[in-house]
């Protein structure tokens, strides 16, 4: 009975021991770790924007929403403005269409490790982007309205289990071929 009792005793004070050392360790970044400071987000900084050309529909790559049960919204990419900054944001630009022929194009950003999401500007009927006065970064939340940031972040523009972006090549790829999956199967 003491023997078992102290067996116990010693297995659960190697498990609290490996736990504090994990625990110790961080958030598990080593090899990001000069890439990104999830610890001081005063430090980053976003480097200068400038508004993308128009998007032609070629170049669009389709991309589905659950949340969009009725199916009455149409989401796409356009490829060619797709870039990863030197800050981390991935930037884009969207095309929202509806059935009945309407659409909105909107130009964006989006801090992977932040889980943020930023408007830059917005297209015009005359094939134009119109900036926002004061784009400000919004955190991106699980809603209906707004369930295609979720989408792009959890399965196309970042890494499952790193705060960063992956390439733009493995970005475009999970686009085409639409091989999407919550293990990340396209990252490096």
């Not at 659960?12 to 890439?35: N, Q, T």
């Not at 809603?143 to 499952?160: I, M």
């Not at 390439?167 to 999407?180: G, S, W």
Request: with cysteine.
């Amino acid at each position: 009975m003491i023997s078992r009792l102290f067996y116990q005793i010693v297995l659960l004070s190697l498990m609290l021991s490996f736990c504090s050392v994990l625990w110790a360790k961080g958030p598990f970044l080593d090899e990001y770790d000069e890439d990104i400071d999830i610890t001081d987000p005063e430090a980053w900084k976003e480097g200068a924007v400038t508004l993308p050309a128009y998007p032609n529909d070629d170049d669009l790559l389709e991309f589905p929403v659950e949340e969009d049960t009725g199916a009455k919204l149409r989401y796409f990419i356009d490829s060619k403005t797709l870039s990863i900054g030197d800050d981390g944001v991935v930037r884009y630009v969207l095309v929202i269409r509806a059935k009945q022929g309407a659409k909105n194009v909107l130009f964006e950003g989006i801090r992977c490790g932040a889980r943020e999401y930023k408007t830059y500007a917005f297209g015009t009927g005359k094939e134009a982007f119109h900036s926002l006065r004061k784009p400000a970064w919004k955190p991106i939340r699980k809603n209906s309205r707004t369930a295609y940031h979720q989408r792009l972040v959890d399965h196309y523009l970042c890494h499952g289990e790193y705060p960063r972006a992956r390439e733009r090549q493995n970005i475009v790829d999970a686009f085409k071929y639409q091989d999407i999956t919550r293990d990340c199967v396209l990252c490096e």
